[in-house]
Structure formats: C-alpha cells, structure tokens
C-alpha cells in the first residue's frame, strides 16, 4: 500500500466521521424552525411568566436601534486576535503563528529521527503542534473567566452600595476598577476609559460584553441598558442580580462535586489505551515498530486513536454540564 492509498483511506475514514456527526447534530433550518415555533408558543401563551418572558425578549430585540459587531466575526485571523485577547496576554497573532510553526517542525523532525516515517512524522507535527498552542488559550480563558465570575458578584453588590449612597452610575463604575482585584478591575477600568473618550455607556459596555464572550456580564449589560430606558430602582435590580449570579456559581460548584466520580471514570477509561501504548512501546519497542513502518497498521493505529479520541469527546460531553 503506498502512500496516496494510505491517504486516501484516512481521508474516506475522516469524512464518514463528518457526515456521521452532521447527521446526528441535525440542520440549522429544523433548529430555526424549532426557535420560531417556541417564539409563537411564548407569544400565544395563557401563562404571566411566558408572557414576561416573551415581553423581556421583545424588550431586548427593540433597545439598540443600531447593529453591533461581535468582536471575532469578521474573519479567522480577527476570531484568532480575540480569543488571543480574552487569555489577558498580549499576545499577537503573528507570535502565535510562528510559535505553531516551530512546534509543527520541531516535532515532525523528532518523529522523523525515530520513526523514519515521513507521513507519521507530519501527522503528529501537525496534530501536536498545532493542538498544544489552541489548548494553552483555552486554558488560560477558563481560568481568566473562573476568576472574572467568581469576583463579578462582588463588583456589582460593591456598585450597589455605591448606587444606594447617591453616587452616579459611572462614578461607581470607576470605584469598581478601583477596588475590585484581577480581571473585574481591569475591564471595568476598560469601560471607564472609553467613556471618557465619548463613548456612551451603553456603547463601553457592549464593547467589553462582546469581547469578554461571558454570559454574566452580558446580564449585566442587558440589566444597565433596559434599567436607563425604562427607570426604576436600579441598585435593587443589581442587588438581585448579584443574588442570581451568586446562586448560579453554587448551582455549578453542585454539579461540578455530583459529576466528579463521573469525571473520573471518564479521565481513566479515556486515557488509559493510550497509556497502556506507550507503555508497550517503552517496554517493548520492536513490538509496536510495525506501527511506525507499515502502510496498513499507521492506516489501523490512526483509525484507532481517532476512534478513542471521538469516544474520549462523548465522554467529556456527556459529564460536562453547562447551567
């Protein structure tokens, strides 16, 4: 078996996968089908809560005369500088760029030196040195937005106090950035700074909500904006919502102690395939040659490792949940 049959098995093997998956998931146009009928449901309905709901919705949709752009949704390379900003590096593009480059080559070379496989070699350059940079930035956006929810609370019950003692909205605004640590200070002082250059409130706030991509700040957001058109107690309105906000992150903490076990079953059966390979090759390594030098078994071994991979991501899906 040469190498255009090889790849061309790998690529009949991957598209099966694909259709396999779209197929599951379903189409775009039942899911907007299903929206709409659920809008129509909301419309029509007897009950006062689905009616609130709907009217909330309606209030939404009417409050921004004019489109925003969602910071990322231009093209790949603007999508790439956003998710690189939300990590609080300053990273740029182009570092990431090269950075990937030197891991694919890096790592391809290795391969190469040990296995003297050209096709093994750029497969795994490609696969590592292009997956280790994208899961670094997960990373460090989890853990920048873990520590932006967990401070938020904080924030707004710090700018309720500020509302209830007569100070102004943006006046208080600043004392957040003041006074609450890490990344609320920070974007909060971000606000503060284009609303001095003249942008409005609303405007400073849609900006940092569209780049931060977190769905309690965008409450908050939606809370500022509805509260200066309508009126009303604004410092009690934020006080419930830091209540809410509060008993979402316990909700979470909940599930994340009644999901552990589960976690962990899924961490161990994930990984244990693959570390009972490397062991074998450790141990063993004429054994495991046959992977690294004949057509059909690379074909078998990644058929293998993209079987384990979809069942390791089953997994995750199904022992993550999202509140």
Not at 243 to 249: S, T
Request: hydrophobic letters at 45%.
């Amino acid at each position: 078996m040469d190498f255009f049959q090889t790849l061309l098995i790998t690529l009949v093997i991957f598209t099966v996968l694909v259709v396999a998956y779209l197929l599951v998931s379903g189409s775009g146009a039942g899911k907007a089908q299903k929206r709409r009928v659920e809008a129509l449901r909301y419309r029509h309905s007897e009950s006062l809560d689905a009616k609130v709901d709907a009217q909330f919705k309606r209030a939404i949709a009417a409050r921004k005369p004019k489109a925003y752009k969602v910071k990322g949704a231009g093209s790949r390379t603007e999508a790439l500088a956003a998710r690189l900003d939300r990590t609080g590096k300053s990273w740029t593009v182009s570092q990431y760029l090269y950075t990937t480059i030197g891991l694919v080559m890096g790592i391809a070379v290795v391969i190469f030196v040990l296995s003297r496989t050209p096709l093994l070699s750029l497969g795994v350059g490609l696969v590592i040195g292009c997956g280790l940079p994208h899961l670094v930035v997960n990373y460090l956006i989890n853990k920048r937005t873990n520590a932006f929810v967990n401070k938020f609370p904080d924030g707004i019950e710090l700018l309720v106090r500020g509302l209830r003692s007569g100070l102004p909205v943006t006046e208080t605004l600043g004392i957040v950035a003041a006074e609450v640590p890490g990344p609320v200070g920070y974007e909060f002082k971000s606000v503060i700074d284009r609303i001095k250059v003249g942008k409005t409130m609303e405007d400073a706030l849609q900006d940092t909500a569209d780049r931060l991509a977190i769905s309690d700040f965008n409450f908050f957001t939606i809370t500022l904006a509805i509260q200066r058109e309508t009126g009303g107690n604004l410092a009690e309105t934020l006080s419930n919502l830091a209540d809410v906000l509060r008993k979402r992150a316990q909700m979470k903490l909940k599930i994340r102690a009644m999901s552990s076990e589960s976690k962990a079953s899924a961490y161990i059966v994930g990984s244990l395939p693959f570390l009972v390979g490397g062991m074998i090759m450790y141990i063993n390594p004429e054994y495991m040659s046959g992977f690294f030098t004949d057509d059909r078994l690379i074909v078998a071994g990644l058929g293998g490792a993209m079987w384990m991979s979809i069942g390791v991501f089953i997994m995750a899906k199904m022992v993550n949940f999202e509140i």
